[in-house]
């Protein structure tokens, strides 16, 4: 009978062990999809203002470098 038990007990560890790898391994996939989600919002978002980003710096550069004192004309 306390065979019985320990091999019944031995089986019920095994099994909560590999399923509680198979949620970790499903977590990783899950923080990978959100990583990749997260890295296609940022090139969007740097492709879609880019251009605005640098006619706002250039701006800034010539206002900073200016040697007229004046700054840029808006």
């Known amino acids: 009978m306390r065979a019985a038990a ?3 007990t031995l ?3 095994a099994s ?3 399923e509680a790898r198979s949620e970790r391994g499903a977590t990783a996939v899950e923080y990978g999809l959100l990583v ?6 940022i090139i969007v978002a740097v492709a879609l203002l ?3 980003l ?4 250039g701006k800034l550069t010539t206002a900073l470098t200016d040697p ?6 808006s």
Do not use: P, W
Request: charged share 15%.
């Open 54 to 57: 640098e006619a706002l710096f």
């Open 50 to 52: 880019g251009t605005q």
């Open 36 to 41: 990749g989600l997260i890295a296609v919002v």
């Open 16 to 18: 909560d062990r590999i």
């Open 68 to 73: 007229s004192g004046k700054g840029a004309a």
């Open 11 to 13: 089986v019920a560890l």
């Open 6 to 8: 320990f091999l019944s």
